[in-house]
């Protein structure tokens, strides 16, 4: 069972069509982030969020930290192919056992057709 | 330029043959941490660093080990590979924990191990 059950797994949309990805989990998160994904590359940091029920934007990216802190949301506004990629989420728990713990939910794989 | 660097950047070898997976970075980070990644599963931690000297087990540590001698440089040994290791291997830094605010984790561009 993963700690962060990010979905869907596989997304296929066409351009201009908007798309929202999910990261859930049952424990509280000090911290989650949302990592982007190229073939071949290590993750790029995308944004990260730490306040319960903040909402931080970048371009027609909108991420949503859940109030309780045990959720977040990526929403893509029309999107371009250039968003293509693996998307994943990211939550350092808040709890002293697991401090230096980051956990990571499965991935989002994004295609975006022109 | 600010970077993780991990060597080599694949690697095929044979069950049991006891390799050293490098990593380095140059931007003085307290945090390194080494992950793996599977289809479907993401990425998962084997082992994390707070400092010199002080690792820790993620959630997946078995048939890993690490060391910390140097605030650089994070190692990940695996002493007698096995088939299921195959993988693709991440190693990542950041200034503090995770846990403090906002540290964006730093990766290198990943390991391919494949043990036959």
């Known amino acids: 069972t993963q700690l962060l059950e990010q979905s869907p797994q596989f997304l296929s949309i066409q351009e201009g069509e908007n798309l929202t990805v999910y990261c859930n989990s049952s424990?509280?998160?000090?911290?989650l982030q949302w990592y982007r994904q190229e073939p071949g590359e290590g993750p790029v940091l995308l944004v990260t969020?730490?306040?319960?029920?903040e909402v931080k934007k970048l371009k027609r990216l909108t991420f949503q930290f859940g109030d309780a802190r045990k959720d977040s949301s990526l929403h893509i506004t029309a999107a371009q192919p250039g968003d293509t990629g693996l998307y994943l989420c990211?939550?350092?728990?808040?709890?002293?056992?697991?401090?230096?713990?980051?956990?990571f939910g499965q991935g989002t794989i994004l295609t975006v057709h022109p | 330029e600010a970077q993780v660097t991990q060597n080599p950047r694949y690697l095929i070898t044979v069950t049991g043959k006891k390799l050293t997976v490098t990593c380095s970075q140059n931007?003085?980070?307290?945090?390194m941490s080494w992950y793996r990644q599977d289809p479907g599963l993401g990425l998962r931690q084997i082992y994390y660093?707070?400092?010199?000297?002080?690792?820790d087990k993620g959630d997946v540590p078995e048939g890993y080990k690490v060391s910390r001698k140097e605030k650089r440089n994070f190692p990940l040994i695996l002493e007698s590979p096995s088939p299921n290791q195959t993988s693709l291997y991440f190693c990542?830094?950041?200034?503090?924990?995770?846990?403090?605010?906002?540290?964006?984790?730093?990766f290198g561009d990943g390991t391919r191990l494949s043990i036959l």
């Open positions: 990542a830094s950041s200034l503090w924990a995770p846990q403090t605010s906002n540290q964006p984790q730093h």
């Open positions: 424990s509280v998160f000090s911290s």
């Open positions: 969020v730490v306040t319960g029920g």
């Open positions: 990211a939550g350092a728990l808040a709890t002293g056992t697991s401090y230096g713990k980051l956990t």
């Open positions: 931007m003085n980070h307290e945090y």
């Open positions: 660093s707070m400092n010199v000297e002080v690792t």
